[in-house]
C-alpha cells in the first residue's frame, strides 16, 4: 500500500503500546471485533489487534483515562474458550466473561516497538 495513502486514526501512546484513542461506535461481536482489526490494519498497513485483557487493565489506569473518550465495555482479544472473551467493563472498572455473540465496542492496539523473535541453532 503506498504510504500516502495509508488512513489516519487519532492514537496516543501509553506503555509500549499505541491505541486508538476512539473506540469503535458501532457494538461489535467478537468475530466482527476481529474483522474490524484486520481492516484497521489493511487500512493502515501497520498491525493492529485486539489488546489482551491484560493490557486493557494496565492502559486505562488514572492517569491515561482522561485522554481516552467513550469507553464503556470493550472487547478483549483474550480468549477462554471457543465461544467466550474476556471484555473489560470501564464503568465499572472490572473484567468479564461474555460469550463472543454479544456486542461490545472494540479499541485497537499496536506495540510502539517491534516485537523480534530469535531462532538459536
Known sequence: MNASLKKSIATRSFKGLLYERYPS??????????EY????????????????IEELQKLFTKE???????LYHIWS?????????????YEQNFYYLRNKNFKFRVLCVRDTVLKRSLKFF
Do not use: C, H, P, Q
Open 25 to 34: 461506535k458501532k457494538l461489535l461481536t467478537w468475530n466482527e471485533a476481529m
Open 37 to 52: 482489526t484486520k481492516k484497521l490494519s489493511e487500512d493502515t498497513n501497520e498491525n493492529w489487534r485486539l489488546a489482551t
Open 64 to 70: 491515561n483515562r482522561r485522554y481516552i473518550n467513550d
Open 77 to 89: 482479544g483474550t480468549e477462554e474458550s471457543f465461544n467466550t472473551s474476556w471484555v473489560m467493563d
